[in-house]
């Protein structure tokens, strides 16, 4: 007799697709609280200095700062901005300490990098060694100097060991030598992080790649130039776009060893801004001097990202 009975069909279950789906829902539901609050952070403090760089609003006029409209000044802040000789000054001058330190420090770091890429004797006391400056906080890397570069300090007492006579040039008084003796204090400190980060891409080329060319006879200058280089491409462009955030960024050593000084020889943007926020308050103004920097700042990392993406 046949038999007349049928298999039971399973339940469809539900499909690979709706399941993904599925997940990403409840997984952005998750996430939801976390991303409001870090957009909030990242955007408040945008948005209120934007708001804040479009008024005269100060502390001393005595309203808090959400009622900072009815000191509404449209664009005027900018209007000045782009008269302030002493902005563009100071600006320049940003540029001329970025223009000297970061190429010093990228081929100091590396030339240390190359060194320090193969093992010898010593190698980790004196890498460590080398890292020590890069730990120092900036301010106490300021009061260092500054004592350095004393008249009677140790500079001069060894150029006076050169010399054969008393040397006794005044670094911190001289507009002219204020802005070198600044110059060498970042040089100092933040070289080793340049050395770290380039010895850190040197050390990530593949090795078998040298070898071969070692076997195919290549000189060590021919596999530099022609293997290690053009593999670290995209770790040099991270190095330099940091140092030169940065320099715009620096404060501490340089407001420690002269205060901007002697006259305005060795002030920064940072310090510039310092000065009107703390001393003149100003900060309407203020607001539209570091909304303008940010968006320097932003237009930097933007050519740097896009370097990246054309190296890989």
């Known amino acids: 007799m046949t038999d007349m009975t049928q298999p039971i069909a399973a339940p469809a279950s539900a499909t690979p697709e709706a399941d993904t789906s599925e997940e990403k829902r ?4 998750l996430t939801l609280p976390a991303q409001l609050l870090v957009l909030f952070i990242a955007l408040f403090p945008i948005c209120m200095q934007i708001y804040i760089s479009l008024t005269d609003w100060s502390p001393l006029d005595g309203i808090p700062w959400y ?48 060194l ?8 980790r006391v004196l ?5 020590v400056p890069m730990m120092v906080v900036p301010a106490v890397a300021g009061y260092m100097f500054f004592m350095l570069f004393q008249s009677g300090g140790p500079v ?10 008393p040397v006794t040039i005044a670094w911190l008084s001289d507009p002219d030598l204020a802005l ?5 204090s970042d040089i100092w400190q933040w070289t080793p992080l340049m050395f770290l980060i380039l010895l850190a891409g040197m050390v990530s080329v593949p090795q078998d790649q040298q070898m071969a060319a070692v076997l195919l006879g290549a000189s060590w200058t021919r596999r530099f130039f022609t293997i290690v280089l053009p593999r670290m491409k995209t770790i040099i462009i991270i190095a330099i776009a940091i140092r ?15 205060g901007g000084g002697p006259g305005v020889a060795t002030e920064t943007i940072s310090i510039y801004i310092y000065k009107v926020t703390q001393q003149e308050l100003i900060w ?29």
């Open 26 to 29: 409840l997984g952005l539901w």
């Open 67 to 114: 009622r900072a409209y009815e000191l509404w000044i449209g664009l005027l802040n900018y209007v000045d901005l782009a008269g302030d000789p002493r902005f563009w000054s100071a600006l320049w001058r940003t540029c001329i300490v970025m223009a000297i330190c970061v190429p010093v420090q990228f081929f100091l770091g590396l030339g240390l990098a190359i």
């Open 116 to 123: 320090f890429v193969d093992d010898f004797p010593g190698k």
């Open 127 to 131: 890498y460590s060694t080398l890292l």
């Open 156 to 165: 001069n007492d060894l150029l006076s060991l050169f010399a054969g006579r």
């Open 180 to 184: 070198f003796a600044v110059i060498v």
């Open 244 to 258: 030169v955030i940065e320099n715009f960024k620096v404060f501490d050593n340089f407001y420690i060893m002269t």
């Open 284 to 312: 309407g103004y203020v607001a539209a001097i570091a909304l303008a920097i940010l968006i320097v700042l932003s237009i930097v990392s933007a050519l740097a990202i896009n370097k990246m993406k054309g190296a890989k």
